[in-house]
Every structure is written in structure tokens, then in C-alpha cells.
């Protein structure tokens, strides 16, 4: 995974959040996400900063006195949202594909539906 662009994984990240908020009524941990997405801390971290300055989610980050990063992922924003339920435009191509660099056959779709899996 780490030849994915970072786009891409905060592409996936985005949906995992998305999907868990639909589905549980709830964001996941930094730490759980750490685990479900098998990315390490620092590639998971450069997709939600990318996220959160396309302000697509609200990320809070403090740093301890001994540097440690604390990661908490607020809440999915209204354009978070709106960037994964987007249906396609008139060239076929849906807005969550442009964004974070995908083709056409990431289907989005069928990940909502839970008949693929993200990672």
C-alpha cells in the first residue's frame, strides 16, 4: 500500500469514516483506524490531514510535552459527506473518484452497499 498515493489512502480513510458514522452513528479512533486500515501512524495521519484540509473532516491534534501526538478525529463535515453521496456528473465520473485520484473502477458505490471492502 505504500506505492497509493496520499490521496488515495485519504480517499479510503474518508470512506471508513463515512461508513462507520452511517452504520454505528459514531467516528473511529485513531488508534482503531491505526488497526483497520493496516496503514502505520504516519501514512494514516498524512490522509487525514489531507481530509481535514480539504475540510472534509475536523481533525484535532495536540502534542504532549514528551511529542507525542494525540489524534482525535471530531466529526465527518457536511462536505465530507456530501464528496462520498455525490452521484456522478454528466462525463460519468463521480466527485469522490476526481478528488482523491481514482479511476472509474474503485466503485464507490458497491462499497457502500458493503459488496466490496475498502481495505
Partial sequence: MTDELISQN???????IYLKYK????IPHFQALVEQTKYDENQLMRA???CSGKCFLSLNVKT????????????????????VEKPADESKEK????TFNFNNE??????IKNEAKIF
Fill in 10 to 16: 485519504a480517499g479510503k480513510v474518508l470512506l471508513h
Fill in 23 to 26: 452504520q454505528e452513528n459514531r
Fill in 48 to 50: 487525514l490531514f489531507y
Fill in 64 to 83: 504532549m510535552s514528551n511529542g507525542k501526538k494525540i489524534v482525535r478525529i471530531d466529526e465527518i463535515t457536511d462536505k465530507g459527506i456530501d464528496i
Fill in 95 to 98: 466527485p469522490f473518484n476526481i
Fill in 106 to 111: 474503485f466503485n464507490i458505490d458497491s462499497i
